[in-house]
């Protein structure tokens, strides 16, 4: 048996709508564990985010914080913080703009407002049982490997062109992933590979969302879910169904892994 490397992203690919883990699901990473594969984690996520996950699933691999950070077996392999002096720009032009920020270590999430209704509908939507600490200024003391920024889609325009070093990826309707220029799941990914010296024909991944582009176009065996955006299903090289519908079970079905 050639052994495969698998990437799963979590929220609408391991998990479905209500944050909840199918059945299906668990016990195809049963079975894929039992095969002697290796499964790894690839998502925007930072660890301290879904430490219960990978203690349900056995997974101790992982691509965390869009790519920023890698960890192989619990031992980091990679980390790509955002650089000081952008950030200190890039906060000051929010400050002004009356835009709230989360800036993210593989550790906590830190606030630059105590209150906002963008901030608790953006971060209400992972159903996290940890909440952002208020320290306007975490990022001059700590390493930050991503930043979330929230403001609506037109506001984040004026972003774009101003920060050159930074790269601006929405997930939500308030909510924006704010990450290294040159950073990506499929960065983090490629690290991953070169370190366990796996061919690329045998590295497959699974996602559904905007961050998914880059590793749906990096890996060769690439997996749409069913309920994924337009764009994804489109440059991945496999759909299959939906997150609910036995999504994660019936793709591995389908690219002959199981």
Not at 51 to 64: F, K
Not at 96 to 122: C, R, W
Not at 243 to 253: A, C, F, Q, R, T
Request: glycine letters at 6%; charged letters at 25%; aromatic letters at 10%.
């Amino acid at each position: 048996m050639d052994k495969k490397l698998i990437f799963f992203d979590i929220d609408g690919t391991l998990l479905d709508h209500d944050k909840q883990l199918p059945k299906s699901t668990k016990l195809a990473i049963e079975k894929l564990q039992e095969l002697g594969h290796e499964l790894a984690i690839a998502t925007g996520r930072a660890p301290f985010m879904f430490e219960e996950l990978r203690e349900e699933l056995g997974i101790h691999t992982y691509v965390g914080l869009n790519g920023q950070y890698v960890v192989h077996n619990n031992q980091v392999v990679y980390e790509h913080p955002l650089d000081i002096e952008e950030l200190h720009r890039y906060s000051a032009f929010a400050d002004e703009l009356d835009h709230p920020l989360i800036f993210e270590n593989h550790e906590q999430m830190y606030s630059t407002k105590e209150a906002n209704l963008y901030v608790d509908e953006g971060i209400g939507s992972f159903k996290l049982k940890v909440a952002p600490i208020y320290e306007p200024n975490s990022f001059r003391e700590r390493k930050i490997y991503q930043s979330l920024l929230f403001c609506t889609e037109e506001h984040e325009s004026l972003y774009h062109s101003k920060f050159q070093k930074l790269k601006f990826v929405r997930f939500h309707e308030y909510a924006v992933d704010v990450l290294p220029a040159d950073g990506s799941k499929a960065k983090g990914i490629e690290v991953l590979i070169n370190h366990l010296q796996i061919p690329m024909k045998n590295v497959y991944a699974f996602g559904d969302a905007l961050n998914d582009m880059e590793m749906m176009t990096f890996v060769e065996n690439s997996v749409a879910m069913g309920n994924a955006i337009d764009e994804v299903k489109q440059v991945a090289k496999y759909v299959t169904t939906a997150v609910d519908e036995d999504g994660i079970l019936k793709g591995l079905e389908l690219v002959g892994i199981l």
